[in-house]
Antibody
Framework: QVQLVESGGGVVQPGRSLRLSCTASGFTFSSYALHWVRQAPVKGLDWVAFILNDGTNKYYADSVKGRFTISRDNSKNTLYLQMDSLRPEDTAVYYC???????????????WGQGTMVTVSS | EIVMTQSPATLSVSPGERATLSCRASQSVSSNLAWYQQKPGQAPRLLIYGASTRATGIPARFSGSGSGTEFTLTISSLQSEDFAVYYCQQYNNWPPLTFGQGTKVEIK
């Protein structure tokens, strides 16, 4: 079935780095744009980053610009989020999500992963 | 940045009753508006896209309406599995892509 599975979360000290992965199955990965969305404990949804299906266009929330890097490897059906210079306010569950229509830049998110928890604490 | 404002923050409804949730955008988002349902410990699930189109597998008791800056999600007859938090999201003018703060639908 169509699925996204995140991994790579954990506990990390402020200032350190972490790389999240999101592995896809059940659909043609290279045809879809993808996003990262996060949710701090007992808070709402917060958009983090976007990447086009071929990796040529990327956008970031101001809160992570210059610290986080989104990338993808279409040969491995995997999306990544490299998180550097982590701060306590980056503590959240991180979800990857698929844009609902193939080849489109924008759209609703029709498939979500189960999320991976990142805790930034000394 | 387009700010999405949902109301009310919490809605107390009895099973079988109708629930009406509102979402307002700080500027027009046309019909590029989605609604998501999230239960505790789970990822969000897409309910409505294009302001009024139900996603695959979503029951007919969920309906969306509106365009421009005012949107509504209606659950016609609440079932036990519908008690959750609901978020609206605009995807018309971004980055940044923005969500509302959520409406919690709880059992009265």
């Amino acid at each position: 079935q169509v699925q996204l599975v995140e991994s790579g979360g954990g506990v990390v000290q402020p200032g350190r780095s972490l790389r999240l992965s999101c592995t896809a199955s059940g659909f043609t990965f290279s045809s879809y744009a993808l996003h990262w969305v996060r949710q701090a404990p007992v808070k709402g949804l917060d958009w983090v980053a976007f990447i086009l299906n071929d990796g040529t266009n990327k956008y970031y929330a101001d809160s992570v610009k210059g610290r986080f890097t989104i990338s993808r490897d279409n040969s491995k059906n995997t999306l990544y989020l490299q998180m550097d210079s982590l701060r306590p306010e980056d503590t959240a569950v991180y979800y990857c999500a698929r844009v609902s229509i193939q080849w489109r830049v924008t759209g609703a998110f029709d498939v979500w992963g189960q999320g991976t928890m990142v805790t930034v604490s000394s | 940045e387009i700010v999405m404002t949902q109301s009310p923050a919490t809605l107390s409804v009895s099973p079988g009753e109708r629930a009406t949730l509102s979402c307002r955008a700080s500027q027009s988002v046309s019909s590029n508006l989605a609604w998501y349902q999230q239960k505790p410990g789970q990822a969000p699930r897409l309910l409505i896209y294009g302001a009024s189109t139900r996603a695959t597998g979503i029951p007919a008791r969920f309906s969306g309406s509106g365009s421009g800056t005012e949107f509504t999600l209606t659950i016609s007859s609440l079932q036990s599995e519908d008690f959750a938090v609901y978020y609206c999201q605009q995807y018309n003018n971004w980055p940044p892509l923005t969500f509302g703060q959520g409406t919690k639908v709880e059992i009265k």
